[in-house]
Nanobody
Framework: QVQLVESGGGLVQPGGSLRLSCTTSGSMFSIGKMGWYRQVPGKERELVATITNDHSTEYGNSVKGRFTISIDNANNTVDLQMDNLAPEDTAVYYC?????????????????WGQGTRVTVAS
């Protein structure tokens, strides 16, 4: 019922910046937590950054000080500003959210994942 629409991935040189965006669509959805995880072939998916609807944040150790996550509650959108990108940041980035979907006069707790957007950091 709820879809996560991701955008902003692409190719960037080391030291450059990208901004990823993820928004919900399709149904009324109240975000509890939203953010990004990333994965490279052969490795486990790892935390990048998450943010709650009251703006509490969590960052993976490898991105602290370089990435900044923010949330727009009204539009159910989360942005990830990625600065000082390094080749080690190359991965497919997946949007994640946990929230409440309004359906049939009640709210249902859901965990959702996007399809992923690729970030490549290379010269």
């Amino acid at each position: 019922q709820v879809q996560l629409v991701e955008s902003g991935g692409g190719l960037v040189q080391p030291g450059g910046s990208l901004r990823l965006s993820c928004t919900t669509s399709g149904s009324m959805f109240s975000i509890g937590k939203m953010g990004w995880y990333r994965q490279v072939p052969g490795k486990e998916r790892e935390l990048v950054a998450t943010i709650t609807n009251d703006h509490s944040t969590e960052y993976g150790n490898s991105v602290k000080g370089r990435f900044t996550i923010s949330i727009d509650n009204a539009n159910n959108t989360v942005d990830l500003q990625m600065d000082n990108l390094a080749p080690e940041d190359t991965a497919v980035y997946y949007c994640y959210t946990r929230g409440l979907r309004y359906s049939d006069y009640r709210y249902l707790l859901e965990d959702l994942w996007g399809q992923g957007t690729r970030v490549t950091v290379a010269s």
